[in-house]
């Protein structure tokens, strides 16, 4: 379980979010989290990640101190996706996801018959077994965004973390991606935190939702979210209105 203990995140002295007391992260969820621009989403994710941004309280990992852990053993905790996308365009598809697997390899790295078992049940499931071999800088957004997700499933950490997962792809490869990422959680026993702008997706499908409003970190079940009826505030707008029952936005 990840929890934190009254958190606040930001730059510098300056806060951007925070949450008083305990928020905890089960196992086997796929949470979204939600919220206007600058609000503290990434912000967040990386207060988890790695303590960047971290200005006060304590990130938990198996209600251990997240800074009593190696890089090593954070590694098999923790893999993240984000928007930066800091490797060499010069590898291959199947090459990146082999780097994911160095948290478990040998001192001279080499992969075992588990290691390319996992790598190519990935590839099977993300649908990029066509391109394995094609180098990094060859791929649309779109078949880049999938490749480095799967490079954060093929490092089989409990919990994975998203910044905009669901950028650079068209709307039916959206919806297919986090329902593959949703049975994933299920099925696997991972948790999987993303932040989003897809808000109907997000709703749809997601356990669990993490919302940031006017600084104040809140998480709650999907269901409790959506009967709270807090969107409309969120995302104040005379413009567009989000219709409970449908599921969908409404434009005035």
């Known amino acids: 379980m990840i929890r934190l203990e009254n958190i606040q995140v930001g730059y510098g002295h300056c806060v951007v979010a925070e949450h008083a007391g305990d928020l905890a992260f ?101 649908d990029l077994k066509g391109l394995e071999s094609r180098r990094a800088g060859t791929l649309s957004d779109g078949q880049l965004q999938r490749v480095l997700i799967a490079r954060a499933i093929v490092q089989d950490t409990a919990y994975i973390l998203m910044d905009e997962p669901s950028s650079h792809l068209d709307i039916n490869h959206k919806a297919d991606l986090l329902l593959l990422l949703r049975d994933y959680c299920h099925e696997k026993g991972k948790t999987i935190i993303y932040a989003t702008h897809e808000i109907q997706l997000a709703l749809s499908l997601s356990d669990e939702v993490v919302s940031i409003h006017k600084g104040i970190i809140a998480h709650q079940s999907t269901f409790d979210f959506m009967a709270s009826n807090q969107l409309q505030s969120i995302f104040p707008s005379k413009n567009v209105i989000f219709e409970n029952g449908k599921m969908a936005f409404r434009f005035e």
């Open 26 to 126: 089960a196992k086997a969820k796929l949470i979204s989290i939600i919220g206007t621009n600058g609000s503290g989403k990434s912000t967040l994710l990386r207060a988890i990640a790695s303590g960047q941004h971290l200005i006060n309280g304590k990130v938990l990992l198996e209600n251990q101190n997240w800074r009593d852990f190696t890089t090593l053993e954070r590694s098999k905790y923790i893999s993240i996706v984000l928007t930066e996308r800091a490797f060499s365009y010069f590898l291959s598809v199947r090459e990146l996801l082999e780097l994911s697997r160095a948290p478990y390899t040998n001192y001279i790295g080499k992969l075992s018959d588990v290691d390319h078992e996992i790598i190519n049940d990935v590839l099977e499931s993300f």
